[in-house]
């Protein structure tokens, strides 16, 4: 029972790290590519550079997380669609329309057809691309549970092996060689397995499950390949910018998911081993307990929350340095949309307490 309660505590702190990154990846130029802003080759620019290929951890690193808590659960094909796919997709509507009515509320252009539409074609905000995914991972989850409970060590090296090969290696030379002019043909790549929605949760249930133990030389020898890594996509980043001349946030990125499983491992297995098997006290367990439920509803809002607080970055920004006052800001998002998440979650729970009493 005791490193079934540490093992929820590292996997909450995952959480929070992975929605904190994800406020992070929303500041565009103030935060996110604030490089493209700056001279090539300064030392702001790589500094900057560093934080946008680390922060894209975010989405991995909840698939990873997720793989890891419900990849070994035994449920019925009917249960994930009552109790997940039907949810999440409920959420994404009321969602979708509260972000829809506060985007279109200064216009008055409110229209259900519009609407449902969109939320069908497209997305209302562009966040919420994230949710239609999650609930095409949920549809598949039966099938994807039933493999990955029956793969051996070998397997899974197999899965992580074909990733480092055709998105790292091959990826990397072909257009490094080539100048970006020569690509394999992609029916050749295994798509399939390196998906999203399937080479994460895998990921995710193998270190959660296959490993017994983290140790500090596996760390130490992760964090170096991981430093590593983000050296090689920082480079490869460059050279391609150098190359193109394209600053572009939508293709800055080209290279960013390259050796991302090692970033997302180092990521998972420190946070594991700093809380797992260790005294915490009963204070901080709740809060990180607390923060942990509430990340899903800071992931809904955030965008508001941005928007709320806009004000805070612009005025930081125009007596302290940029890139801390964006920091700031993310924080202080982050920490306005746990308050307002927690406190429509403790409303709630008074509300059906206060039902039931009255049932009974």
Same mark, same amino acid.
């Given at each position: 029972m005791v490193n079934e309660r540490r093992k929820v505590i590292y996997i909450e702190v995952l959480r929070a790290i992975a929605v904190l990154f994800v406020i992070f990846n929303h500041t565009s130029q103030n935060g996110y590519v604030r490089f493209t802003l700056c001279d090539p080759g300064t030392i702001q620019y790589w500094f900057y550079m560093f934080f946008s290929v680390i922060a894209g951890i975010s989405v991995p690193l909840f698939y990873t997380i997720s793989g890891s808590v419900l990849l070994g659960k035994d449920e019925t094909i009917g249960y994930v669609w009552k109790k997940r796919v039907?949810?999440?997709?409920?959420? /994404?509507?009321?969602?979708?329309?509260?972000?829809? /009515?506060?985007? #279109?509320?200064?216009?008055?252009?409110?229209?259900?057809?519009?609407?449902?539409?969109?939320?069908?074609?497209?997305? +209302?905000?562009?966040?919420?691309?994230f949710l239609y995914s999650y609930i095409g991972y949920l549809i598949g989850l039966p099938i994807l549970r039933k493999a990955v409970i029956n793969m051996t060590d070998h397997d899974f090296y197999y899965l992580? =092996?074909?990733?480092?090969? %055709?998105?790292?290696?091959?990826?990397? /030379?072909?257009?490094?060689?080539?100048? =970006? #002019?020569?690509?394999?043909?992609?029916?050749?790549?295994?798509?399939? /397995?390196?998906?999203c929605i399937v080479?994460?949760?895998?990921?995710?249930?193998?270190?959660?499950?296959? +490993?017994?133990?983290?140790?500090?030389?596996? *760390?130490?020898?992760?964090?170096?390949?991981?430093? =590593?890594?983000?050296?090689?996509?920082?480079?490869?980043?460059?050279?391609?910018?150098?190359? #193109?001349?394209?600053?572009?946030?939508?293709?800055?990125?080209? %290279?960013?998911?390259?050796?991302?499983?090692?970033? +997302?491992?180092? +990521?998972? *297995? @420190?946070?594991?081993?700093? %809380?797992?098997?260790?005294?915490?006290?009963?204070?901080?367990?709740?809060?990180? =307990?607390?923060?942990?439920? *509430?990340? %899903?509803? @800071?992931?809904?809002?955030?965008?508001?929350t941005r928007g709320i607080l806009l004000t805070v970055y612009e005025t930081l920004s125009e007596s302290i340095n940029g890139f801390v006052a964006v920091w700031i800001y993310v924080i202080a998002v982050f920490v306005l949309s746990w308050i307002c998440v927690a406190s429509v979650r403790y409303l709630y729970a008074l509300f059906c307490r206060s039902v039931l009493k009255k049932s009974n």
């Open positions: 039907f949810k999440y997709a409920l959420v /994404l509507l009321v969602f979708s329309l509260i972000m829809y /009515l506060w985007k #279109t509320n200064a216009s008055g252009s409110f229209s259900i057809l519009s609407f449902l539409h969109q939320t069908y074609s497209e997305s +209302v905000i562009v966040p919420y691309w992580f =092996g074909l990733w480092l090969v %055709f998105n790292g290696l091959i990826y990397v /030379l072909q257009y490094r060689l080539s100048g =970006g #002019t020569v690509w394999m043909n992609e029916l050749l790549f295994p798509s399939l /397995l390196t998906n080479f994460y949760p895998a990921l995710g249930y193998y270190l959660a499950v296959k +490993v017994k133990k983290i140790t500090n030389k596996m *760390c130490i020898v992760l964090l170096l390949s991981t430093l =590593g890594s983000i050296a090689l996509t920082m480079y490869l980043t460059h050279y391609r910018i150098t190359l #193109t001349g394209d600053l572009n946030e939508s293709t800055v990125s080209f %290279f960013f998911d390259t050796y991302r499983p090692l970033q +997302v491992v180092s +990521v998972y *297995c @420190i946070v594991r081993k700093l %809380f797992e098997n260790r005294k915490i006290p009963d204070l901080v367990r709740l809060l990180l =307990g607390n923060l942990g439920s *509430c990340v %899903f509803g @800071i992931y809904l809002v955030e965008e508001i």
